[in-house]
């Protein structure tokens, strides 16, 4: 969040707050910029965006977009395999599962839901965070967002409805990445990148429009639970925790 707080350049009076669901208090949790918390339900935070859209005030309607973060495992894979895609030649190499399993023939995976939400909605920010972290006691220093990387869904090229295994590869931490089994190549960002991607978004789009985008967002994920049979639980949190909402409201602009 500090990343795209400071490619927007906010000024003074700007109202930066985000978003995380909590399934354990199955609300909301709301922070601001000093980090103080405040809890939503999501009944309520759909009516919050509700009333900014309804309000034609521009200084007093704050700009919001949906951020999607899957975060996974990369495997450090010291040796190769033959079954590796043709880009794939280094040693050591770099492996992420992606969980595309279903529990039901009529349940979804987690990577079935994250890719028609990335390929159905324009203004969707959706990715895969791969984090290069192989070293336990690096847990305890200073995170270093160099050492992750940012696969978006965009740049996926099938749902992976086959029940087969896939992967992303990656030749090393910088490549680009590789999807798997079909061997595509795709693409990965740094969080800087991402960070400035998402920042000049909020720039650009007008308040009214990013929260009728959020909006609409939030009513297909609904869809996409409606019917399954562990729609209020295990299918909502596959969205629950890779979702983080921002709100910005400024009347003094941004900075460059």
Known sequence: ??????????????????????TQLEKFVGFDQAFVMSQLSDRDLFKLLKGAAQNSNYAVTPTVVGIFLQFKVVQ???????????????SPYFRVPLYTARKSSNDRSQHELLYHLSKNNSGAFVYYACPFLFDKSKLYSPADLSQL?????????????????????????????????EPVNGEAISADSM?????????????????????????????????????????????????TVISVNTSSGYGV
């Not at 978006?152 to 030749?171: A, M």
């Not at 639970?225 to 639980?233: A, F, H, N, R």
Request: glycine share 4%; hydrophobic share 35%.
């Open 1 to 22: 969040m500090n990343l795209v707080k400071d490619k927007l350049g906010l000024g003074p009076g700007t109202q930066f707050n985000f978003y995380k669901y909590s």
């Open 195 to 243: 960070a400035r991607q998402v920042a000049t978004y909020i720039k650009e789009v007008s308040p009214e429009q990013s929260v009728s985008t959020l909006r609409n967002m939030l009513d297909r994920m609904a869809e996409e639970v409606q019917g399954l049979p562990e729609k209020s639980e295990a299918v909502t949190s596959l969205f629950a925790d890779a979702l």
């Open 149 to 181: 990387r940012m696969a978006t869904l965009s740049s996926c090229p099938s749902d992976y409805t086959d029940n087969d295994k896939h992967f992303i590869f990656y030749d090393s931490p910088l490549s680009q990445p590789v999807w798997k089994s």
């Open 76 to 90: 450090r894979m010291d040796r190769r395999s033959r079954k590796n895609p043709p880009p794939i030649a280094s």
